[in-house]
Each structure stands twice: as C-alpha cells, then as structure tokens.
C-alpha cells in the first residue's frame, strides 16, 4: 500500500535558522512527489513536483530534493512568512489520486 | 495568474440535507479532483474526473455522493443526506492532463460543518 510518512510533525525556527524536512514514502512506481504550503485554513499551494531520484528544485528560500526513498525541503535563512504546514504527496502508477502525509507545521519566530 | 476558485467558503448543514459545493477549475485544465480534509487529519482523494466521466474514486466516494460538470465551467460536488463525518474541508483542484506528473492545483476549499 503507497504510504507517506513526513518529520517533523512541528518545528520551531528562529528567523535565520536554516532546517530541512523530511517526506519518506513507499510507492509502486513513482510518477510524482510534490511539496505544498498549506496557511490555516486554505487550500493546498503548490511549490514543486519531483520526478526522479537525485532531481533538486529551488524556490526562493526552499530547496526540494529527492531520493528512491525520502525527499527533502531545506529552508534556508527562513523568515517568519514562511510559517505555515509543509505537505508532501506521492502519485504513483497510472493513479492520478494523490496520497499525502500528514505534514509539518513550521514555526519561524522572529 | 490563473487560479482554482470554490463557493461557498463555508456552508452549515443539518444532518441529512443535501449539500453541493461548486468550483471553477482552471481554464485550459482537463481533469478535476475532490479532496477532503477532517480536521488535523491527512488530505484524502475523493474522485478524479476527465471528459465528463469520473476516471477514478476512493472508497470513500460511495453513492452519497456525486460530481457534475453543468457547463463549461463549472464542476460540482454533491453530498446527499450528509452526516456528522462530513464535516471537512472539501478541495476542488485540476490538472492540465499533460506531463509525467500533472501537477495538482487547489482551491482555497469549503468548510462544510454538519450539525
């Protein structure tokens, strides 16, 4: 069964302090791993999709990498507009469905 | 910058009304999703729908509910009789249907209490 883990469930960051997340999935062939911000109570915003191992994207203050068993989000110098819950999901085989992790809430106080 | 618009934002039901939650996908997108969010819980797929025929569902997606495209905008979300575990946050996103991974864009949702 295709399954994403994310850690973090909550971190907490000074402003400047860089970190990375985590987003360990078990799929039957990956078509797909994308990171979203999530800010209370609104809808899942897109920020990148990863297709194979070893790819890297870079937006701003994020960094989305990929591995066969685990992506990560660095966040580097985060400032507090960067609060918000990070979501990770996976598509795999001709699905179209996504399936998510639970998410890691970021705290950046200034 | 194009987007994924849904009314209403919020919307309070008694248990065992109808409810139908509307979205505008983005324009030149071909397939539509219906995800729900319970409170503190993971996004869940609810349905996926391509050339005016659902192409995938979730168990969750039995026969209480429905999906419609009315017109050439409009995709919706019908719940009937609908009950206490209803209530969520329900996202409507599209796809353009082109690419290896068909990146998924959201709206801002529908919170649907039931009481």
């Known amino acids: 069964e295709d399954q994403v883990t994310q850690s973090p469930e909550a971190l907490r960051l000074q402003e400047g302090e860089s970190s990375s997340l985590n987003c360990s999935y078990t799929?039957?062939?990956?078509?797909?791993l994308f990171w979203y911000r999530q800010d209370p109570g609104k809808g899942p915003e897109f920020l990148f999709t990863?297709?194979?191992?070893?790819e890297e994207k870079e937006k701003e203050r994020l960094k989305a990498t990929l591995t066969k068993k685990e992506s990560f989000l660095h966040i580097t110098a985060p400032k507090p507009e960067d609060s918000a819950t990070y979501l990770c999901?996976?598509?795999?085989?001709?699905?179209?469905?996504?399936?998510w992790g639970l998410g890691t809430s970021l705290a950046v106080n200034p | 910058e194009p987007e994924v618009t849904q009314t209403p934002s919020h919307q309070v039901t008694q248990m065992g009304q109808e409810v139908i939650l509307r979205c505008v996908p983005i324009?030149?997108?071909?397939?539509f999703y219906w995800y729900r969010q319970i409170l503190g819980q993971k996004v869940e797929f609810l349905v996926s729908?391509?050339?005016?025929?659902?192409?995938?569902k979730s168990e969750i997606f039995d026969d209480q509910f429905s999906v419609e495209r009315p017109d050439g905008s409009n995709f919706t979300l019908k719940i009937r009789s609908t009950k206490l575990e209803d209530s969520a946050m329900y996202f409507c996103?599209?796809?353009?249907?082109?690419?290896?991974?068909?990146?998924?864009?959201f709206g801002p949702g529908t919170r649907l209490t039931v009481l």
């Open positions: 999901a996976v598509r795999s085989g001709n699905n179209r469905k996504l399936i």
């Open positions: 799929v039957s062939g990956l078509r797909g």
């Open positions: 990863l297709y194979s191992a070893g």
């Open positions: 324009s030149n997108h071909l397939y």
């Open positions: 729908f391509y050339n005016n025929e659902i192409s995938e």
């Open positions: 996103a599209s796809s353009p249907g082109q690419g290896n991974a068909d990146t998924q864009y």
